[in-house]
């Protein structure tokens, strides 16, 4: 008699595809075990501000336990999130639809109607998220919509779609209620004060994180969720080669040096939701291991980043703060292809301030380095106030500029030449090289900052080093009609498996030109629906 199943799906991640997933199969009758890497949060456990680097920094390696992760590539630098919760967790909370066109582009082009089919499930991630229109405008977003009129495109402003519990009209945030979101069967909830936190963590329970919603009824209807966590092998059972048997599934301690307390369980199906990165490079080593030999060789191939730009405009000296507000609380557009979104940090939080430079023109390359230091000598004043971080959150509007443009690079699991011991995921340029400058967002904010007496900045690892940065990575397992063109088919079944599936960030098949975390969760809730209930 074979052995019987720890769960029938173990879903690995718990981000906007894991905790979708799990929720999904938990209401279909299914059990489920949900394995993630990060810890598990409350709103007193986050840090007050970035500079809590041991709070705010995920790399155990270090004994770092925050949530905040950055990697580092030869072709991007990737910043995400790593919790209970993904990144829900640490993301600026906005929740917007991507652009019908993106439907027409890239490996799932035609796979479906998706323009028809994908509005029904948009709407059920927003009503489980609840996404609502920003009630709280900053001084940042009426700094930005200032910009916007005085270039000629104050039209285009608009408040943001965010995931936020926001007080009555008329009553100040921090009150304390019950569920508002799910008739009285979800938690208790806080309304927002508008500190602008939502980056470092909520600590006031306003934010609609995913432990709050699809997570939250996982659990209640039993699902287990094992916090830090590493999955480091899924093998099909019994010699089955197509998984038809189910999986074996490895797991350690994702925070211990040495007591790793492996355990070994088996399940049914597994659903990846590891993240973009994560997911992507899991299955390199499974199927570089041997462990799942069948996964296709378009693995890693298309990589995208949204082709974004972090850059900012920064007030020494003024006595208005920024912070104010949620993250993410605005945006414009300054052409059908160009987005740029207000941000923010709270007070104190100064630690990003480190990153800034002031914003120079030039050629991408390093040529570019010389360009920015004729900037520096030229406006020595300006350069000192903007490379001192203290007062960076109160005085800077952050700009996040996206573009609708589809340029990636792709993935390798492979021996760095410097450290040969292990491989790890390493980039390779795509045909055209990602963006370190967005024309039409350096002119916006340079324009920008001169009407309103502030100070143009960049990001010093795109104009010192050529890296572009971003938060929304995207690709890596692409859907395709065949395994030749990517890693799963329409249904998000990896070709030549049985029972597993991938619904994450690494799904995403085109550049989406906004924040990906509402279509993800979108796209796992139509996975989830071509599962049937349990028999």
């Known amino acids: 008699?074979?052995?019987?199943?720890?769960?029938?799906?173990?879903?690995?991640?718990?981000?906007?595809?894991?905790?979708?997933?799990?929720?999904?199969?938990?209401?279909?009758?299914?059990?489920?075990?949900?394995?993630?890497?990060?810890?598990?949060?409350?709103?007193?456990?986050?840090?007050?501000?970035?500079?809590?680097?041991?709070?705010?920094?995920?790399?155990?390696?270090?004994?770092?336990?925050?949530?905040?992760?950055?990697?580092?590539?030869?072709?991007?630098?990737?910043?995400?999130?790593?919790?209970?919760?993904?990144?829900?967790?640490?993301?600026?909370?906005?929740?917007?639809?991507?652009?019908?066109?993106?439907?027409?582009?890239?490996?799932?082009?035609?796979?479906?109607?998706?323009?028809?089919?994908?509005?029904?499930?948009?709407?059920?991630?927003?009503?489980?998220?609840?996404?609502?229109?920003?009630?709280?405008?900053?001084?940042?977003?009426?700094?930005?919509?200032?910009?916007?009129?005085?270039?000629?495109?104050?039209?285009?402003?608009?408040?943001?779609?965010?995931?936020?519990?926001?007080?009555?009209?008329?009553?100040?945030?921090?009150?304390?209620?019950?569920?508002?979101?799910?008739?009285?069967?979800?938690?208790?909830?806080?309304?927002?004060?508008?500190?602008?936190?939502?980056?470092?963590?909520?600590?006031?329970?306003?934010?609609?994180?995913?432990?709050?919603?699809?997570?939250?009824?996982?659990?209640?209807?039993?699902?287990?969720?094992?916090?830090?966590?590493?999955?480091?092998?899924?093998?099909?059972?019994?010699?089955?080669?197509?998984?038809?048997?189910?999986?074996?599934?490895?797991?350690?301690?994702?925070?211990?040096?040495?007591?790793?307390?492996?355990?070994?369980?088996?399940?049914?199906?597994?659903?990846?939701?590891?993240?973009?990165?994560?997911?992507?490079?899991?299955?390199?080593?499974?199927?570089?291991?041997?462990?799942?030999?069948?996964?296709?060789?378009?693995?890693?191939?298309?990589?995208?980043t949204n082709a974004e730009s972090l850059l900012g405009v920064r007030f020494p000296g003024d006595d208005k703060s920024m912070s104010p507000g949620v993250t993410v609380g605005s945006g414009i557009y300054v052409d059908e292809r160009t987005h740029i979104e207000a941000a923010r940090f709270p007070e104190g939080s100064d630690a990003i301030g480190l990153l800034m430079t002031l914003l120079c023109g030039g050629r991408a390359g390093w040529t570019r380095v010389f360009t920015w230091l004729w900037t520096l000598l030229t406006h020595p004043l300006q350069a000192l106030d903007v490379h001192n971080p203290l007062g960076f959150a109160r005085q800077t509007v952050l700009l996040l500029v996206m573009q609708a443009v589809d340029v990636h690079i792709n993935m390798r699991f492979k021996r760095r030449w410097y450290w040969p011991f292990v491989r790890q995921l390493c980039s390779e340029a795509g045909p055209l090289p990602i963006p370190t400058i967005l024309a039409e967002g350096n002119d916006f904010v340079a324009k920008g900052a001169k009407a309103l007496g502030g100070i143009a900045t960049a990001m010093q690892g795109e104009i010192l080093f050529n890296l572009p940065g971003t938060g929304h990575c995207m690709g890596g397992c692409a859907m395709a009609d065949a395994p030749a063109r990517g890693v799963m088919d329409a249904q998000h079944r990896v070709f030549g498996y049985r029972n597993l599936l991938v619904c994450d960030g690494s799904m995403l098949s085109a550049n989406l030109g906004v924040n990906p975390s509402l279509t993800i969760a979108a796209l796992a809730e139509h996975a989830m629906s071509h599962i049937p209930a349990k028999a």
């Not at 994560?278 to 041997?290: A, H, I, S, V």
């Not at 462990?291 to 191939?301: H, K, T, W």
Request: hydrophobic letters at 35%; one cysteine or more.
């Open 1 to 304: 008699m074979p052995a019987p199943f720890d769960f029938d799906y173990i879903v690995i991640g718990s981000g906007f595809g894991g905790s979708v997933s799990a929720c999904r199969l938990t209401e279909k009758g299914y059990t489920v075990g949900v394995m993630e890497m990060g810890r598990r949060w409350t709103a007193a456990d986050f840090p007050k501000t970035n500079w809590n680097v041991r709070r705010w920094v995920w790399r155990p390696g270090l004994k770092l336990f925050g949530f905040y992760n950055i990697r580092l590539f030869r072709h991007v630098m990737v910043m995400c999130g790593n919790a209970v919760g993904g990144g829900s967790i640490t993301y600026g909370n906005v929740l917007l639809r991507a652009p019908d066109n993106i439907w027409d582009q890239g490996s799932w082009a035609g796979l479906k109607d998706w323009q028809r089919i994908m509005p029904q499930y948009y709407v059920m991630a927003e009503r489980m998220l609840g996404v609502t229109e920003n009630k709280i405008l900053g001084e940042a977003d009426l700094r930005l919509k200032r910009m916007a009129q005085l270039q000629g495109v104050g039209g285009t402003f608009y408040r943001a779609r965010v995931a936020t519990f926001f007080a009555p009209e008329g009553e100040a945030g921090g009150r304390t209620y019950a569920d508002p979101y799910f008739g009285g069967e979800g938690p208790e909830r806080g309304t927002c004060v508008g500190c602008g936190g939502c980056l470092i963590g909520c600590r006031h329970n306003a934010k609609n994180t995913l432990d709050k919603n699809y997570l939250y009824f996982a659990e209640k209807r039993g699902a287990q969720v094992y916090a830090e966590t590493r999955v480091v092998d899924v093998r099909p059972l019994n010699g089955k080669e197509d998984g038809a048997d189910g999986y074996e599934v490895l797991t350690e301690c994702s925070t211990a040096w040495f007591a790793k307390r492996r355990r070994r369980f088996r399940c049914r199906g597994v659903v990846f939701a590891a993240s973009s990165l994560g997911t992507t490079e899991l299955l390199f080593r499974l199927k570089q291991n041997g462990s799942l030999p069948r996964i296709s060789d378009d693995l890693g191939q298309r990589v995208r």
